[in-house]
């Protein structure tokens, strides 16, 4: 089983509907991403926190907000989605690499989003 | 930015035969390159990776050879089992963090029982 717990699994929304996918880690990992995977795709990253800071964006459209009230929990709020937003959307936690080297990715197993 | 091509998109496999993926990358400040099997209804998950200082790693039935030279790296595995079925993404970064980490298009790996 994976060390990084989404929740819910599954989520069906409408355009206008707001609702929060939840990412939780208990692996003492102070780097925090979200992630959007197509179908037969790789993964797309949005939003990269270290240290509760949110430092990446990656051109995400508004409608998609992350938030990250401590270091082992991060949201991601949902707010007038249009149907190509469906997709699987990953959280991911690693180490904050400070000097060379890496910490590998550690992924959860997704929430399934489907926007009608 | 960086560039990753895989290849095969799908590969099927007689159980207990040999796969080979292979990916390429454009950028030659890429220096750490990880390999990650995403089965179906999960999320990826790591199963091994390479630095730029290594030329092949080794764990168990799975092993990756780098060449920087030609900017190519492959995932070998060996005696494939029907649970190694799933997607394969490689991936090329930096040495420094994952923000940069670049993922190739994936492989669909079917083993034939």
């Known amino acids: 089983d994976t060390e990084v717990t989404q929740t819910p699994k599954h989520l069906v929304m409408g355009m206008t509907n707001k609702k929060s996918l939840k990412c939780e880690q208990h692996?003492?990992?102070?780097?925090m991403y979200w992630y959007k995977q197509k179908a037969k795709k790789p993964p797309e990253l949005m939003f990269v926190?270290?240290?509760?800071?949110?430092?990446i964006n990656e051109s995400v459209p508004s409608r998609f907000s992350p938030e990250c009230p401590n270091s082992s929990l991060l949201n991601l709020h949902l707010h007038a989605l249009q149907p190509e937003d469906s997709a699987l959307y990953l959280c991911?936690?690693?180490?904050?690499?400070?000097?060379?080297?890496?910490?590998?990715?550690?992924f959860g197993n997704g929430t399934r989003l489907t926007v009608t | 930015g960086e560039n990753v091509e895989q290849h095969p998109s799908t590969l099927s496999v007689q159980e207990g035969d040999s796969a080979v993926i292979k990916c390429t990358y454009s950028d030659s400040a890429s220096n750490y390159f990880p390999w990650y099997k995403q089965e179906l209804g999960k999320g990826p998950q790591l199963i091994i990776d390479i630095r730029s200082n290594v030329g092949e790693k080794k764990d168990q039935r799975i092993a990756v050879t780098l060449n920087k030279t030609a900017k190519h790296f492959s995932l070998h595995i060996t005696e494939t089992q029907p649970e190694d079925s799933a997607v394969y993404f490689c991936a090329a970064g930096s040495n420094f963090g994952n923000e940069k980490l670049t993922f190739g298009t994936g492989t669909r790996l079917t083993i034939i029982p």
């Open positions: 991911a936690s690693s180490q904050v690499v400070t000097t060379p080297g890496n910490s590998p990715l550690h």
């Open positions: 692996m003492g990992h102070r780097a």
């Open positions: 926190y270290s240290y509760e800071k949110l430092s």
